[in-house]
């Protein structure tokens, strides 16, 4: 496993050696990087990729047993790592950079259903509500639930297929046919220094978020999901080139945007979870018998509605004002 060893890789010339090890159980969290503004945006790419998946490999121990937030920072790193290639597709050859997202958008699947299971048990039977007697009757399926899912996910993470997942996807940051891509578009981005390709992904994607924004609360389910996916990016986006913003290499992102953005993150982001739970829910109803137990799903099914409704009232004001800020 590798939390048992590191795993060192050699860069050009240019770039530092990248060792990507094991936490021992302990969930590790995303690191700021400290970017050079005048380095080739390829070599930002390398630097930013390899940290995405330092923070996914730093999480292999805790997923395996089992850590909910071990879960929840490795998934992380996937959508930070699916960001980083939509952020500098331009210069990745498709075929290639189509072939890792399938790879990541393949662990995330896996990943996903533990998660979700952990965030519904935690948000319904933490609740007041939740003492009442067939909320105990409930709460030993979902566990049980739970409990299959986890049992994938350590069987996954635990073997040789996912340090092939890290290795490849190491190997093709640093030494993929994407760098040796002679056309003139993929170079000139390549070549590029950082601060310019960084203005200008930072301006376009606010551009979008902000006007999505502000329909925010006429927005179907599906668009909605969508405006919570570009705000993630944004937000990841910003992450990566915070090191810039804060030593005023790129003023245009204001201090007032970024807040108000999280803002709006959480807010979808809370609607999401609404959603995801409203559909477990109504996933176990279809296999419960127990009456008393389908009494309480209706309880958090209709709980769920209620807050739904709040999560947006809030969504559309913090919409309004991201949109006056960009």
Not at 170 to 195: C, N
Not at 278 to 292: C, I, V
């Amino acid at each position: 496993m590798i939390r048992e060893t590191d795993l060192q890789l050699s860069a050009k010339p240019e770039q530092s050696r990248i060792s990507i090890a094991g936490s021992g159980g302990i969930p590790s969290e995303s690191r700021t990087l400290l970017l050079d503004p005048d380095m080739p945006t390829a070599q930002a790419f390398i630097s930013i990729g390899l940290e995405c998946l330092r923070h996914i490999a730093s999480n292999q121990a805790a997923v395996t047993q089992g850590e909910s937030e071990g879960i929840h920072q490795m998934r992380i790193g996937l959508r930070r790592l699916r960001v980083a290639l939509s952020i500098f597709k331009h210069m990745l050859r498709r075929r290639d950079a189509t072939a890792i997202k399938n790879k990541i958008k393949w662990l995330a699947d896996q990943l996903a259903p533990a998660r979700d299971y952990q965030v519904f048990l935690t948000d319904t039977f933490d609740q007041p509500h939740a003492s009442r007697s067939e909320f105990e009757f409930l709460k030993a399926d979902v566990r049980a639930e739970l409990d299959l899912c986890l049992s994938t996910v350590k069987q996954i993470v635990g073997n040789d297929r996912f340090r092939e997942f890290v290795v490849e996807i190491a190997l093709w940051l640093l030494d993929g046919s994407w760098l040796r891509d002679k056309g003139r578009h993929a170079t000139s981005i390549r070549e590029m220094p950082l601060k310019r390709f960084a203005r200008h992904e930072l301006r376009k994607r606010a551009r979008s978020v902000s006007r999505a924004a502000r329909q925010v609360h006429k927005l179907t389910p599906l668009r909605r999901h969508k405006l919570r996916i570009a705000t993630k990016k944004m937000r990841y986006t910003y992450g990566f080139f915070e090191h810039l913003i804060t030593t005023k290499t790129i003023k245009e992102i204001k201090r007032d945007f970024v807040s108000e953005l999280s803002s709006l993150q959480d807010k979808l982001g809370q609607l999401n979870d609404v959603e995801m739970q409203t559909r477990l829910a109504s996933e176990l109803s279809h296999k419960l018998k127990d009456d008393e137990k389908a009494f309480a799903l209706g309880i958090v099914i209709g709980r769920r509605t209620c807050r739904s409704r709040r999560l947006l009232r809030k969504a559309k004001k913090s919409g309004h004002r991201l949109y006056k800020l960009a």
